[in-house]
């Protein structure tokens, strides 16, 4: 069964510093991988995904995240983030075929000035 | 594209009431809908997922008879909570998917339910 692991619950960043969120998944064919946002008392909004390709994907708001199979991660990444960043990010996912997604447990972003 | 809405974002309810939650695909047709739960905090935890036109498949350790789930047409899925009591108290969430095998699911805003 896929599963996946966001290692860190808790990240504090102050603001203007770049950012990485971890996610290593497991699962043995290649794996359709998602990052979500979810702000409080909202509902999910996709960031980016990996289906297939280059491996480091563009998404929305300036970030991007790296598909590496051999270290079976996803890690989402930011250059410079914003108070605005703050929410809770999640990373799932998902198989061919198969349209159930696997959430990671979550990371909430903390944003200092 | 792709919104999703959810009526209502919030309600409050007696114990022993059922409550019916409603997901809509605004702009496009969701063969299959999902819906989930999230306790303060923590991850979704998928309950269940329905096909338009076929009874829902549920999440081992759901009960189907309290979580009803119909989704009658490509754009509409309801999720009623039957006899509610205070720990059926949660953010609901559905998203839906147009079943083109990307396994893009498209979120709703969720609802919050709490049952006094």
């Known amino acids: 069964a896929q599963s996946v692991t966001q290692p860190d619950i808790h990240i504090t960043v102050s603001e203007g510093a770049s950012l990485e969120l971890r996610c290593n998944y497991s699962?043995?064919?290649?794996?359709?991988l998602f990052w979500y946002v979810q702000s409080p008392g909202q509902g999910l909004q996709l960031l980016l995904k990996?289906?297939?390709?280059?491996?480091l994907v563009q998404g929305i708001k300036g970030f991007e995240a790296e598909f590496k199979r051999s270290q079976s991660s996803f890690n989402l990444r930011k250059p410079s983030v914003h108070w605005s960043d703050a929410a809770e990010y999640f990373c799932?996912?998902?198989?061919?075929?198969?349209?159930?997604?696997?959430f990671g447990t979550g990371t909430r972003l903390t944003i200092i000035p | 594209g792709a919104v999703v809405s959810q009526h209502p974002s919030w309600v409050i309810c007696k114990s022993g009431t059922s409550v019916k939650i409603e997901c809509r695909s605004l702009?496009?047709?969701?063969?299959?809908m999902f819906w989930y739960r999230q306790f303060p905090k923590q991850s979704l935890m998928l309950m269940a997922t329905?096909?338009?036109?076929?009874?829902?498949?549920?999440e081992q350790g759901v009960e189907k008879d309290k979580f009803l789930i119909n989704h009658a047409s490509l754009t509409l899925s309801t999720l009623t909570v039957t006899s509610a009591h205070p720990e059926d108290s949660s953010f609901y969430i559905c998203?839906?998917?147009?079943?083109?095998?990307?396994?893009?699911?498209?979120f709703g805003p969720g609802t919050r339910l709490t049952v006094l």
């Open positions: 998203s839906a998917s147009s079943g083109q095998g990307s396994n893009e699911q498209f």
């Open positions: 699962y043995g064919a290649t794996p359709y």
């Open positions: 990996y289906f297939s390709g280059d491996t």
């Open positions: 799932a996912v998902g198989t061919f075929g198969n349209e159930k997604l696997t």
């Open positions: 702009d496009f047709q969701a063969t299959t």
């Open positions: 329905s096909n338009e036109g076929s009874k829902a498949t549920y």
